[in-house]
Structure formats: C-alpha cells, structure tokens
C-alpha cells in the first residue's frame, strides 16, 4: 500500500497512521494504527499496577488501536459495536490514490461502545506523543475484506469498490 508522509500535528482521530516505535520491550517495530485520540494530556494514571501522578511538565499520549495486530474477525466485531463505517477522504497524493479516515466525531462515546472489545483482543496502545515527533508518521489505508469495504462503499458512494 502507498503511504504519505505526514506530520504529527495534523493527525486527527479516525486517521489511520504508521510508524516506527519501541514500545517497553523488544526492538523497533513498524506500527499501523487508527488513531483514537491524538494527543491526550497524561496526568494521574491508573493501570493494573496501582495509580500514580505524574510530576513535573505535563506528558502527551497517543491513544488507539494497534491495526497491525487485529484479525478480519475482530475488526468485524469492531465495527459491529460501533466503529464508524461512514469514511472522509483525509488527503489525495499527487497520483490520485486517496487516503482515509474513518469519522469520528467523539473519541470518548466511541471509546464507551468499542473499549470492552479493544480490552478483549488487548489492541489498545499508547504512544509517548515526545517519542512520535522524532520519527517519520505516514497516512497508510490498511488492507480491508472485499466484504467490509462493500458495506463502507454503501454509505459511502465516493469510494469504489
């Protein structure tokens, strides 16, 4: 698939982006990622470990789920629950390949419809938005069934299947 190189600060929820990243262990990784939220301001964090506040300047997050690790099954399930499947048109390259972003308009009533299956299949990441300005961000269209894309094409009469 082509991608386009794009910057961290015009990625918006619903954009589909990859990258390079080492997450806690092993080495860099390419990452494909719908992008949930942005930039979310870190505070107090509660995890399986405890809560804890973070001190000293304000850290920023990534939030979304990690497309590279999702099976056709559980990105169905996905979009069953509530994953919008009404796509914008995010940015056309000089070829005319056009890249997509699925819309989300709320991040948080979209998290409260589709985070007990994110939990389920552990898809959920989080990115030190610190960590993301250091590497190159690319617009990528992941690589959809015949089926799925057929019913995006229903809603979305731009887009040929």
Same mark, same amino acid.
């Given at each position: 698939m082509p991608r386009l190189p794009w910057n961290i600060s015009k990625v918006e929820p619903g954009q589909f982006i990859t990258f390079l990243y080492k997450g806690k262990s092993g080495p860099r990784k390419r990452r494909l990622v719908l992008v949930l939220n942005p930039k979310y301001k870190l505070g107090e964090v509660s995890n399986k470990f405890g809560t804890f506040n973070v001190k000293g300047k304000p850290r920023y997050m990534l939030s979304g789920i990690d497309f590279g690790n999702v099976s056709v099954r559980q990105i169905e399930e996905l979009f069953n629950k509530g994953?919008?499947?009404?796509?914008l048109?995010? %940015?056309?390259?000089? =070829?005319? @390949? =056009? /890249?997509? %972003?699925?819309?989300?308009?709320?991040?948080?009533?979209?998290?409260?419809?589709?985070?007990?299956?994110? =939990?389920? $299949?552990?898809? /959920?990441?989080? @990115?030190? $938005?610190? %960590?993301?300005?250091?590497?190159?961000? %690319?617009l990528e269209n992941p690589k959809f069934s015949k089926r799925l894309i057929g019913k995006f094409a229903k809603l979305n009469p731009e887009i040929e299947v």
């Open positions: 994953l919008p499947k009404e796509v048109i995010t %940015e056309t390259d000089k =070829r005319g @390949f =056009r /890249y997509f %972003e699925l819309a989300i308009d709320d991040p948080e009533k979209l998290w409260n419809k589709i985070g007990d299956v994110v =939990r389920k $299949h552990g898809v /959920y990441k989080t @990115f030190f $938005h610190s %960590e993301l300005v250091k590497t190159q961000i %690319e």
